[in-house]
T-cell receptor
């Protein structure tokens, strides 16, 4: 089977750092992507890891370890506007299907 | 430039009716995806188009669902004999190509409610 597991909710305070984990059970995928979705909005792309290691894009970083079937999204200097749902996703090799996790709802408090 | 657009934004229908949902992808994007999303869940893959052809329709739940993209741009998702369980937000996304990884650009979705 194919599945990605994420915590359902995370709460953090403004200015802090938060890590959202994603563990997966799927074989043969191109890489791990992260998307952000505000309530009522469309998912928007944040980051992609094709290879193991850390990718940094401004306040957001993402990490992948294929040997551990694990990745995470790191958000630094949290702002109120970061309150949203965050999804990890993989695209399997040999096809075009993209599989999304159920999402982690991040609440940023003042 | 213009992003992905979807119409209608909301659709309310009665059980058993037929509905069509439209997606206008970003100009020049050859890859187009349809997903549906239920409350509190991630997008669930339905079908993928590369150009005019459906290259992967493994996510369509049953034969009531069908999608076309006759000219390789606009796509229509068609649902026959709608059921209450079809109620969800239907999302469309496009990317430059569908190979390996390309950032997917999502539309705002169509919220379908089947009464």
């Amino acid at each position: 089977g194919q599945s990605l597991e994420q915590p359902s909710e995370v709460t953090a305070v403004e200015g802090a750092i938060v890590q959202i984990n994603c563990t997966y059970q799927t074989s043969g995928f191109y890489g791990l992507s992260w998307y952000q979705q505000h309530d009522g909005g469309a998912p928007t792309f944040l980051s992609y890891n094709a290879l193991d290691g850390l990718e940094e894009t401004g306040r957001f970083s993402s990490f992948l370890s294929r040997s551990d079937s694990y990745g995470y999204l790191l958000l630094q200097e949290l702002q109120m506007k970061d309150s949203a749902s965050y999804f990890c996703a993989v695209k399997r090799t040999g096809g075009f299907k993209t599989i999304f996790g159920a999402g982690t709802r991040l609440f940023v408090k003042a | 430039g213009a992003g992905v657009s979807q119409t209608p934004s909301n659709k309310v229908t009665e059980k058993g009716k037929y509905v069509e949902l439209r997606c206008d992808p970003i100009s020049g994007h050859t890859a187009l995806y349809w997903y549906r999303q239920s409350l509190g869940q991630g997008p669930e893959f339905l079908i993928y188009f590369q150009g005019t052809g459906a290259a992967d329709d493994s996510g369509l739940p049953n034969d009531r669902f069908f999608a076309v993209r006759p000219e390789g741009s606009v796509s229509t998702l068609k649902i026959q004999r709608t059921e209450r369980g079809d109620s969800a937000v239907y999302l469309c996304a496009s990317s430059i190509t569908g190979t390996s990884h390309n950032e997917q650009f999502f539309g705002p979705g169509t919220r379908l409610t089947v009464l």
